[in-house]
């Protein structure tokens, strides 16, 4: 079964500095999907960025990227010049192609420090 | 504007009562989903569903229920069977498991506490 470990509970960091979320993954499958979820105060869960397993180059979306590391089943978030908006828990996830299912890691809590 | 409503945002429920929460979404998607998120955990699937009149098991399916009669709407109850209901229960929703990404849209959420 495919599982998605979060291995920070919680991460701080000052507003305007940069933060990196570990997040990594177990599967035997070759065609999948990333994503990373950012869940704040009011719980509604958003998507941040998306990644395919195929495809080499890490996504980014405005000051959020990832480090896809597929050997290595890494799949990392880092957030650049990070805002008070950005606090939140932040979730990973996995979904094997064709499957509908998506697994959740167990959260990162983000804080950002004025 | 299209999105998922959830209703209602809170619920209480006695002990041994069943209830059922609503899930509604106006962005003509054929999938739709139901979560479960427990405090220091991540989302658990209870149960899915790809098209009308069809739903299958997630993973923590016992003591729930759902029905899809139409297509904008995936209601929840949660069965007297279910042994630990207080929860936060998200649905969610997305374009067709044929669709690359498959990306799932979230409702609001509905916090349910059983007295």
């Known amino acids: 079964a495919q599982t998605v470990t979060q291995s920070q509970p919680e991460m701080s960091v000052q507003e305007a500095e940069t933060v990196t979320l570990s997040c990594t993954y177990d599967t035997s499958e070759s065609d999948y999907y990333l994503f990373w979820y950012k869940q704040p105060p009011s719980r509604q869960m958003i998507l941040v960025i998306r990644?395919?397993?195929?495809?080499?180059q890490n996504a980014t979306e405005n000051r959020f990227s990832v480090n896809f590391q597929k050997a290595a089943k890494s799949f990392s978030l880092k957030i650049s010049d990070s805002q008070l908006g950005d606090a939140a828990m932040y979730f990973c996830?996995?979904?094997?192609?064709?499957?509908?299912?998506?697994?959740f890691g167990q959260g990162t809590r983000l804080t950002i420090n004025p | 504007d299209g999105g998922i409503t959830q209703s209602p945002k809170y619920l209480f429920r006695k002990e041994g009562q069943n209830v059922t929460l609503s899930c509604e979404q106006n962005?003509?998607?054929?999938?739709m989903y139901w979560y479960r998120q427990d405090p220091g955990q991540g989302l658990r699937l209870i149960y899915y569903?790809?098209?009308?009149?069809?739903?299958q098991k997630g993973d923590i399916a016992e003591g729930y229920s759902v029905s899809r009669e139409k297509k904008e709407s995936f209601p929840l109850t949660v069965t007297s069977a279910q042994k630990n209901p207080t929860a936060f229960y998200l649905c969610?929703?997305?374009?067709?498991?044929?669709?690359?990404?498959?990306?799932?849209?979230f409702g609001p959420g509905t916090r349910l506490t059983v007295l």
């Open positions: 990644q395919e397993a195929y495809k080499q």
């Open positions: 996830a996995y979904r094997r192609s064709g499957a509908q299912k998506l697994v």
């Open positions: 969610a929703s997305s374009i067709s498991s044929g669709s690359s990404y498959n990306e799932q849209f």
């Open positions: 569903s790809q098209i009308v009149n069809d739903f």
């Open positions: 962005l003509n998607h054929d999938a």
